[in-house]
């Protein structure tokens, strides 16, 4: 009785194992659908003759300085 | 120093003209106020660059008013000298006198400008090329105005701020004259 008993746990104990393991499995994609891209290479346009984006709103060939119209946007 | 004579200069040849035509000068030179004829820059520019110097009444004895405007960082210059004589034919004549002499004070090639009458930029260097000059002419009524732009070499005035602020004097004049 004894013997008996020890196998059929044993046997419970092989099947719950199994039973545990199939239902992870199953809560896992099988395939791995998320498409990964490269990270694209950063682009940095200078706004100004001066290299930098740009100061106070001035525009791609314009820049900032005090001249003949007083502080505004010049031409490079 | 070097800008007051070239300016002067200028103004001189067109002296010569209307030198006999004072005695027909008519009665609106008298009654305009010349301080309110020249137009400050900072009006047309929307801006506070400019200081004013003291302005010349009657320069060298010649009915009028001479203005100068200086840029806040000293490289630029505005003369604005506006002469009423008696007639429109006089300020004719006297444009044309100035004009001669101001072709050998800028070294630049005369352009047609829509200010006034007869309206004329001539935009260049100094003879020695160290400075941007540029000299706006023009007669309104019998009214000769001439205003000189001065800076770097480098950092000519532009010529539309050239013909905008033109504009507005030859207005500001008119009004004065149709006042008078």
């Not at chain 1, 039973?19 to 990270?39: K, L």
């Not at chain 1, 984006?53 to 505004?72: I, K, V």
């Not at chain 2, 027909?24 to 020249?38: C, E, K, R, V």
């Not at chain 2, 110097?53 to 009657?58: D, E, G, K, L, V």
Request: hydrophobic content about 40%.
């Amino acid at each position: 009785m004894r013997k008996f008993t020890m196998t059929v746990a044993g046997v419970a104990m092989l099947f719950g194992s199994l039973i545990t393991a199939q239902v992870a499995q199953a809560a896992q994609p099988s395939h791995d659908t998320v498409v990964y891209t490269q990270p694209a290479t950063p682009k940095v346009k200078a706004f100004d003759c001066q290299g930098t984006t740009g100061n106070m709103g001035c525009g791609p060939g314009w820049f900032w300085r005090d001249g003949w119209r007083g502080w505004a946007c010049y031409p490079c | 120093m070097l800008r007051m004579t070239r300016a002067r200069a200028v103004i001189a040849a067109g002296f010569l003209t209307i030198g006999g035509m004072m005695a027909g000068m008519g009665s609106a030179a008298a009654q305009i106020d010349f301080g309110t004829l020249p137009v400050n820059p900072n009006e047309v520019t929307d801006s506070t660059a400019y200081v004013a110097a003291a302005p010349i009444q009657n320069p060298q004895g010649q009915p009028g008013i001479e203005a100068s405007y200086s840029h806040r960082d000293g490289s630029r210059t505005v003369t604005d000298t506006i002469l009423v004589l008696g007639s429109p034919e006089a300020a004719s004549a006297a444009m044309g006198e100035a004009r001669g002499q101001v072709s050998s004070q800028v070294v630049g090639t005369p352009q047609v400008a829509p200010v006034g009458s007869g309206g004329s930029i001539v935009a260049g260097t100094s003879p020695d090329g160290t400075r941007s000059i540029a000299v706006l002419t023009f007669t309104e009524g019998s009214a000769f105005t001439t205003v000189e732009f001065e800076g770097p070499a480098n950092d000519p005035v532009p010529v539309d701020l050239v013909t905008e602020y033109g504009q507005k004097q030859a207005a500001a004049i008119r009004d004065a004259l149709v006042a008078a």
